[in-house]
């Protein structure tokens, strides 16, 4: 009998197609770094010309030293600590609601109906929006904190695990209930795993703004963090604490993609051909 | 006896803009004796998917009646294997944990699972492809699978809509043989619906021609053709030139275009 060869995975053809250029970007270390040596050098480049006033701009020597200083001093670890801290928490809960939300008005048609005007409507308050309101009734607290990043979480993976469910396809859930699946077996063998792209990029979405979220919410109620760093330094005039902070911003959400989201994207929808490599 | 009885079929679609009403279709009536093999064809848009949805218990027809082994069909269920034309594979089961998942839903244990889908892994020469992802297989590997899948759960009936057109032609010719080889052991009753006059005429014991919308039966057609059948033989076979001719006459395509 004639077995009709296996799809070359794309990768492989990726590759073959690849330049010289390109295939210098391949090689780990320099596919990482390679591009944050460049703006780093840009960057070292400017602060040498003096461009700018030291008051305004300061090199990544500087910053490199400062940083150094802040961490043998302990500020900096335990700034990034409580910032991290209080993301996981407001994330934590965050990812919790938005799931259970998302896949009740993604299964429900009366949850959808009653919900979805709502969501609209309370998506468009923007997640500092609410602080004014949140400071009223929780103080210049944690809760408020925790609470924007539960709110900017929630929204967007709601969202996106509606999509994502919609946009299976019809005969995919026909041939689970041909098969013999009954409601809550297809949820649980199709409706989960075919929205895992919209819950992953949901994520996403959701762990970037609640990010940022947080990094507002500590500029205008914090008492540490790493929001709270670059606001008090703005107010003493320090440029280099400035620059550490949104280094470190960066470098944290990198961090996050490397170790966290990109793993579980590459062990499940990208393994299963569902979405395509995402940004790589 | 018949297994399928399709009695005084009708079925109107609204349009969900205009709320205009249209019948797809007209009055359709048919039967399917047990272990025959079916196959239904008829211009594009006459209704022969909607038919077969609705045989498969995926939508509910407007009129008249659908009766498998005497009683009424009332949704989609383990009795009447699917083959999708788009496979309708699910990308994050490999191939074994697919062909599997009817037997999974019926509560079978995992280990007679196992042995199940490597046997019907082994009829559809999927071997040494158990551990492979829907997107790591050809077209045509894929729909064996799609075919393995029902199969594994050996269903009363087979309802397969075009599950060879977005096949390349040579692979298509393949498939066919193979199916009809199965089909032979196994000989569970199978609906059919193609566009392909040679197709319908090679696997079908009959084939039955829908007229264009509103559909009706058009023509109720035997084919004499000796089994097992290979498509060498069957070109060569007197009876299958006469009934492609008289298919594409009513049909109305002119002779060596396929039905479209
Ligand atoms: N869900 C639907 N809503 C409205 N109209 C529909 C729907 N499904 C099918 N139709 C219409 O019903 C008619 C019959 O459709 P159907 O898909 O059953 O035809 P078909 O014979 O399978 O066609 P083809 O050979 O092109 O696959 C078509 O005119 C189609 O536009
Ligand atoms: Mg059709």
């Known amino acids: 009998m004639t077995v009709d060869t296996p799809v070359r995975s794309q990768q492989r053809s990726r590759v073959e197609t690849a330049g010289a250029w390109t295939g210098l970007l391949r090689v780990p270390g320099i596919r990482t770094w390679g591009p944050f040596a460049v703006v780093v050098a840009i960057w070292a480049l400017i602060a040498e010309l003096e461009l700018f006033p030291s008051a305004f701009f300061v090199g990544p020597g500087t910053v490199f030293e400062t940083t150094v200083r802040l961490i043998e001093r302990g500020i900096l670890p335990s700034y990034i600590g409580d910032s991290l801290l209080r993301l996981a928490v407001g994330a934590g809960f965050g990812v919790v609601i938005g799931v259970a939300l998302g896949f009740l008005i993604g299964l429900n048609k009366y949850a959808r109906k009653f919900s979805w005007p709502m969501l609209l409507f309370f998506q468009a308050i923007g997640d500092i929006a609410w602080l004014p309101i949140l400071i009223i009734w929780f103080g210049f607290s944690l809760t408020s904190v925790t609470l924007v990043i539960v709110y900017t979480v929630t929204f967007p993976l709601i969202i996106s695990i509606v999509a994502g469910i919609d946009s299976i396809p019809q005969n995919l859930m026909r041939a689970a209930a041909s098969l013999g699946a009954k409601r809550w ?41 790493v929001g709270f760093m670059m606001f008090e330094a703005r107010r003493q005039g320090d440029v280099s604490h400035v620059f550490i902070g949104m280094v470190v911003l960066g470098a944290l959400w990198y961090a996050t993609d490397a170790l966290i989201l990109a793993p579980f994207e590459k062990e499940t929808v990208e393994r299963w051909g569902m979405v395509e490599g995402i940004g790589r | 006896m018949s297994l399928l009885s399709v009695e005084n079929l009708n079925q109107v679609y609204t349009d969900a803009y205009t709320h205009e009403e249209m019948t797809a279709v007209g009055n359709v009536s048919f039967d399917i004796p047990e272990g025959q093999f079916i196959s239904l064809i008829g211009p594009s848009g006459c209704g022969k ?28 269920g383990p009795d009447r294997g699917v083959v999708f034309q788009d496979f309708a594979l699910f990308p994050w089961k490999s191939v074994e944990a697919n062909i599997a998942f009817g037997l999974k839903m019926r509560g079978v244990d995992k280990a007679e699972r196992k042995r199940r889908a490597r046997e019907v892994i082994e009829l559809v020469g999927l071997s040494g492809f158990e551990a492979k992802y829907p997107h790591e297989l050809s077209g045509g590997m894929r729909q064996r699978v799609g075919v393995a899948r029902v199969l594994a759960t050996e269903p009363t009936m087979m309802l397969m809509d075009e599950p060879f057109a977005s096949i390349d032609a040579q692979t298509r010719r393949v498939l066919q043989q193979e199916v009809l080889r199965i089909w032979e052991q196994e000989r569970p009753t199978v609906l059919f619906v193609t566009h ?47 009934i492609r001719r008289e298919l594409m006459a009513m049909l109305g395509v002119d002779d060596d275009e396929k039905g479209s």
């Not at chain 2, 949805?53 to 659908?66: D, E, L, P, T, W």
């Open chain 2, 49 to 76: 998917t909607t038919v077969l949805n609705i045989v498969a218990g995926f939508i509910r027809a407007s009129g008249g009646s659908v009766m498998l082994a005497g009683k009424p069909i009332s949704g989609p």
């Open chain 2, 196 to 242: 392909d006059v040679d197709e319908a005429i090679f696997m079908s014991d009959r084939v039955i021609v829908l007229s264009s919308r509103p559909s009706a039966v058009q023509a109720d057609i035997e084919i004499p053709i000796p089994r097992p059948r290979t498509w060498s033989d069957v070109y060569a076979d007197p009876a299958f030139v006469r």
């Open chain 1, 185 to 225: 077996r297809g949820i649980v063998e199709v409706v989960v795993p075919a929205a895992l792209p919209g819950i992953s990029s949901g994520i996403r979405t959701g762990l970037g703004y609640g990010w940022r979220a947080l990094i507002a919410a500590e500029i205008i109620i914090g008492t540490s963090g």
